[in-house]
């Protein structure tokens, strides 16, 4: 048995920046385990099969749980680890409304991976239908950011920042790695900029540090 | 339309916020808008002279732009004032970002291409933002779609008749009922055009409600305009 938070954890990939985003916003100990993914392909290795079948990072260990799936892991560290509760409501319209970003950044931003994936490493795809795709879902967020901009809201799913935002934001982030500019989503521009000025928020490479 | 001798709408004011930038095509040139942190809106060549990195990724400090390579840092007026690596140097005068007029008019950031600019349309009506649209067509299928448009007028469920004018080569007025919309085009390139839309009147009756209306109906209509241009691809396949 292990005690304290553990992340097997590749520098860049995606979805593990999501997850060291949401332990560095909420303010939590943890330590890293690197694996080497590219070109290793150590996610695909015994070990790391045996924690997550799937054979996708990021995997977590709190304890005696051991977790896979990105939009679990936010929402089980902002159950278990932030008092506030604000990260994820427990309740009422918020609830619904983080839930369904959650459930979109699962299903409709999986195009997202896959064209950065198949820009940086080279991954199987047709970049011209996954640049198509990827440009789609990032529309419906920019909309969906102009739309609750008419009505003073700041963030996707509550009057304040969300895991429903740390699981939006790298897509948009390092969207420039799958060739689609910032250009033509101002609210999600916007939305960005406030988002890094949030306590605790880090980079990862493909997405500058201001100095 | 000479692209010579009108001003272009790169987006909306409330959209570029102060200590901001971002990047824009405008026939096809890169430009950089951002907005200093007094306020003032600034249009160059969205290109650092150094190597050639693009401004837009850079940060803004105070009345300087910063590119995100190697921190060159230049003033107002395009000059380079300072390069983290060489402290101590005086830059020359020669390294310099071309800069484009910028002025805002309507709720909107416009730039001039042509070195002599056309005197600035001094009417600059109160208006509240609504949005941007992105189109995939040129400037021409973008206004014989905005010719043909029935704006749903705030506090109505049905598209009525409207008003469509031509104020200038780039810019629209939308009138239906009691409403105005302000329609700024800017040609991005042959196949991609950007409108930038501006309710005329003000926030008290405007922010919000109406603006959640309009932005609805503007929606719909880049709905309507994908469907019919989807439509219209496959009528080509099989033909």
Redesign the interface.
């Given at each position: 048995m292990t005690s304290g938070i553990v992340l097997y954890n590749y520098e860049l990939d995606d979805s593990c920046y999501r997850v060291r985003l949401a332990l560095s916003l909420l303010g939590l100990e943890w330590q890293a385990v690197a694996v080497d993914v590219f070109p290793g392909k150590e996610h695909l290795s015994p070990p790391l099969l045996a924690m997550n079948p799937s054979g996708r990072l990021p995997i977590l260990r709190d304890g005696d749980l051991v977790l896979h799936g990105t939009e679990a892991i936010l929402a089980h560290l902002a159950r278990s680890h932030d008092p506030s509760g604000e990260w994820l409501p427990a309740q009422g319209i918020e609830f619904a409304e983080v839930m369904q970003w959650l459930i979109f950044s699962a299903n409709d931003l999986g195009v997202t991976i896959a064209a950065r994936q198949h820009s940086l490493f080279g991954t199987p795809g047709d970049e011209t239908s996954l640049r198509a795709a990827s440009a789609r879902a990032v529309r419906i967020m920019d909309d969906h950011m102009t739309a609750r901009g008419f009505t003073q809201l700041e963030w996707f799913a509550a009057g304040h920042p969300t895991i429903a935002d740390i699981a939006l934001f790298p897509a948009f982030a390092l969207s420039r790695d799958f060739g689609i500019d910032h250009d033509e989503y101002p609210a999600l521009r916007r939305w960005a900029r406030r988002f890094r000025a949030l306590p605790g928020f880090k980079t990862m490479p493909g997405i500058p540090d201001y100095h | 339309m000479n692209p010579k001798n009108c001003w272009h709408p790169l987006?909306?004011s409330h959209?570029i916020?102060a200590g901001?930038s971002?990047?824009?095509?405008l026939l096809d040139r890169e430009l950089v808008v951002w907005r200093d942190n007094s306020g003032v809106a600034h249009v160059w060549e969205d290109r650092c002279p150094h190597r050639g990195m693009k401004l837009?990724?850079g940060?803004v400090r105070g009345d300087h732009i910063a590119c995100?390579y190697h921190?060159w840092q230049y003033n107002s007026g395009g000059h380079c004032q300072y390069i983290p690596a060489h402290p101590a140097l005086d830059v020359p005068k020669t390294i310099k970002v071309p800069v484009y007029p910028a002025h805002e008019r309507n709720g909107m950031v416009w730039t001039a291409l042509s070195e002599n600019p056309p005197s600035v349309p001094d009417d600059d009506e109160p208006v509240v933002p609504l949005?941007?649209l992105?189109l995939g067509c040129g400037v021409e299928a973008a206004a014989a779609a905005l010719n043909a448009c029935r704006l749903v007028p705030f506090g109505s469920q049905t598209p009525a008749d409207t008003t469509v004018s031509r104020l200038s080569d780039t810019l629209f007025a939308l009138s239906c009922a009691q409403d105005r919309l302000l329609v700024g085009i800017q040609a991005i390139s042959n196949t991609r055009t950007?409108l930038h839309l501006s309710i005329v009147g003000s926030a008290e009756r405007y922010?919000?409600a109406g603006?959640?209306h309009l932005?609805g109906w503007a929606?719909q209509w880049r709905q309507a305009l994908e469907t019919r241009a989807a439509n219209a691809r496959l009528d080509q396949d099989v033909a």
């Amino acid at each position: 048995m292990t005690s304290g938070i553990v992340l097997y954890n590749y520098e860049l990939d995606d979805s593990c920046y999501r997850v060291r985003l949401a332990l560095s916003l909420l303010g939590l100990e943890w330590q890293a385990v690197a694996v080497d993914v590219f070109p290793g392909k150590e996610h695909l290795s015994p070990p790391l099969l045996a924690m997550n079948p799937s054979g996708r990072l990021p995997i977590l260990r709190d304890g005696d749980l051991v977790l896979h799936g990105t939009e679990a892991i936010l929402a089980h560290l902002a159950r278990s680890h932030d008092p506030s509760g604000e990260w994820l409501p427990a309740q009422g319209i918020e609830f619904a409304e983080v839930m369904q970003w959650l459930i979109f950044s699962a299903n409709d931003l999986g195009v997202t991976i896959a064209a950065r994936q198949h820009s940086l490493f080279g991954t199987p795809g047709d970049e011209t239908s996954l640049r198509a795709a990827s440009a789609r879902a990032v529309r419906i967020m920019d909309d969906h950011m102009t739309a609750r901009g008419f009505t003073q809201l700041e963030w996707f799913a509550a009057g304040h920042p969300t895991i429903a935002d740390i699981a939006l934001f790298p897509a948009f982030a390092l969207s420039r790695d799958f060739g689609i500019d910032h250009d033509e989503y101002p609210a999600l521009r916007r939305w960005a900029r406030r988002f890094r000025a949030l306590p605790g928020f880090k980079t990862m490479p493909g997405i500058p540090d201001y100095h | 339309m000479n692209p010579k001798n009108c001003w272009h709408p790169l987006g909306l004011s409330h959209s570029i916020e102060a200590g901001s930038s971002a990047g824009t095509r405008l026939l096809d040139r890169e430009l950089v808008v951002w907005r200093d942190n007094s306020g003032v809106a600034h249009v160059w060549e969205d290109r650092c002279p150094h190597r050639g990195m693009k401004l837009s990724f850079g940060f803004v400090r105070g009345d300087h732009i910063a590119c995100l390579y190697h921190g060159w840092q230049y003033n107002s007026g395009g000059h380079c004032q300072y390069i983290p690596a060489h402290p101590a140097l005086d830059v020359p005068k020669t390294i310099k970002v071309p800069v484009y007029p910028a002025h805002e008019r309507n709720g909107m950031v416009w730039t001039a291409l042509s070195e002599n600019p056309p005197s600035v349309p001094d009417d600059d009506e109160p208006v509240v933002p609504l949005r941007s649209l992105y189109l995939g067509c040129g400037v021409e299928a973008a206004a014989a779609a905005l010719n043909a448009c029935r704006l749903v007028p705030f506090g109505s469920q049905t598209p009525a008749d409207t008003t469509v004018s031509r104020l200038s080569d780039t810019l629209f007025a939308l009138s239906c009922a009691q409403d105005r919309l302000l329609v700024g085009i800017q040609a991005i390139s042959n196949t991609r055009t950007a409108l930038h839309l501006s309710i005329v009147g003000s926030a008290e009756r405007y922010n919000g409600a109406g603006q959640s209306h309009l932005n609805g109906w503007a929606l719909q209509w880049r709905q309507a305009l994908e469907t019919r241009a989807a439509n219209a691809r496959l009528d080509q396949d099989v033909a």
